[in-house]
């Protein structure tokens, strides 16, 4: 990991090109999603057979691109009762901490004595999808699917990538069976955004899309907003940890490793701190608890292309610089961590203390881990359960609330030069009118 001190003569300069870089827009990337999008718009399944054959080498068919209720049957049998177990603590604490999130239908009166309100319906079509690549992603099915199914929606059709013989892990599909995925298709990169969005003969259209993965399918979510609703763009994974003297230097090196292994490459750690202590002790650490990860050079090559180590004058300059970059995860071992975290307001997360790793975000806490990256933070937040409701206002005027109201709508159509929309509250008030 590099590292930048605020004694620096180009701090300033190397703070700025830090906090301006974003993951999710690549010009070419971006190019290469608009060539996959217009090939499922033209040719439909076949356009996804033939790029899930480029790009997994799959040979897929109209009959194996969905997983079918043997696959999902025999799914349930194979995993082990630790993970059922697992699944079952997870799924428990996402459902409970998302209901709390679900907005309710409520009404009441305005000035003129109108009723007025909203009302929250679950979409009935949803689309998810879940990463593989290097890893197959259990955790992304219930912290996505669960919401939907705790929103009350009724279609939830979910996309993930195969193996090179077509297959979804085990255990995947087990998590998604439990969660409550309606439909699964073996379906991964742009294509599977785009074949959401736009339908093909196999798969139906969605209403909104949901869910993390690579910076094709973030690009994919952005240049189909329109055709339909999404939730979010979180691409590659980040960490900022923000410590003092009082953090331990074992757990902030190995939260920085952890979020390092996706494997994409374009994951994002940092390390803030004002303690030069702890900046020694985190680079000796780190080569002593890398090579003894599996995913060793997935790390190694995430830490030498993203991984920074910012030393500055004061937990209050790592503050400002920590609401710049609105992480992902934000993780702050310092003294004070919760009056601290009170003045982060752009992280998707954040985690307090040296005993709350970003790991139990990840898996068991609660809160869906599906979170803006890529500076995105700045405008986003995470994904909630209420994000799978859509809502519409209500409203109900009776004769005299109407009349009470009259003589505004009359002066706002009048400015406007709009006065069909004046007489039609004016003609209901005319006498013998009913």
């Known amino acids: 990991m590099r590292v930048v001190r605020y004694t620096d003569d180009d701090f300033a300069e190397r703070l700025a090109e830090i906090t301006s870089t974003s993951s999710l827009f690549d ?28 790009f997994d080498r799959a040979l897929l068919t109209p009959e194996t691109l969905t997983v079918s209720a043997i696959e999902r049957f025999n799914a349930s049998l194979a995993v082990p009762s630790g993970l059922r177990a697992a699944v079952a603590a997870a799924h428990k604490n996402i459902a409970s ?18 009723r007025v309100g909203e009302k ?10 879940i990463p593989g690549g290097t890893a197959p992603l259990v955790s992304t099915a219930l912290m996505t699917v669960t919401l939907a199914r705790v929103a009350g929606c009724q279609e939830i059709v979910v996309c993930s990538p195969c193996t090179e013989t077509g297959a979804l892990n085990p255990g995947l599909i087990f998590a998604l069976n439990a969660a409550g995925a309606t439909e699964v298709y073996k379906l991964g990169g742009a294509q599977a955004i785009a074949a959401m969005a736009l339908g093909t003969k196999t798969i139906r259209p969605v209403q909104k899309i949901f869910g993390p ?16 609703a999404v939730d979010l763009l979180p691409g590659p994974s980040e960490v900022l940890v923000l410590a003092d003297d009082s953090a331990n230097p074992s757990f902030v090196t190995a939260d920085l490793l952890a979020q390092a292994e996706h494997g994409s490459g374009h994951e994002r750690v940092w390390l803030i701190t004002p303690s030069t202590r702890l900046v020694r002790a985190v680079e000796k650490e780190i080569p002593r608890q890398i090579k003894r990860l599996s995913r060793a050079d ?57 005993f709350s790793p970003t790991v139990l975000g990840d898996y068991v806490a609660g809160p869906s881990h599906e979170l803006p990256t890529g500076g995105a933070g700045r405008a986003f937040a995470g994904l909630t359960a209420d994000q799978f409701q859509r809502r519409t206002s209500v409203v109900e005027y009776q004769a005299g609330s109407l009349k009470r109201a009259v003589a505004a709508v009359d002066e706002f159509a009048r400015i406007e030069g709009l006065d069909a929309h004046g007489r039609s509250a004016t003609i209901r008030l005319e006498k013998g009118k009913r």
């Open 97 to 114: 901490f998302n209901k709390k999130a679900l907005r309710r239908n409520w009404s009441g009166h305005n000035s003129h004595g109108a």
């Open 120 to 129: 929250f319906d679950p979409f009935q079509r949803v689309g998810i999808y």
């Open 213 to 228: 993965g690579n910076a094709y399918v973030v690009a994919a979510k952005r240049l189909l907003f329109g055709h339909v």
């Open 27 to 54: 010009p070419l990337i971006e190019e290469r999603t608009k060539a996959i999008i217009e090939q499922v718009k033209s040719r439909g399944d076949d356009a996804l057979f033939e790029l899930t054959e480029k």
């Open 298 to 354: 997935y790390i190694a090559r995430a830490l030498d292309a993203n991984g920074r180590i910012l030393v500055v004058k004061s937990i209050d300059q790592g503050v400002e610089i920590t609401n710049r970059l609105a992480p992902e995860h934000c993780e702050i071992m310092c003294k004070g961590a919760g009056k601290i975290a009170e003045r982060i307001t752009t992280a998707g997360a954040i985690f307090l203390g040296n």
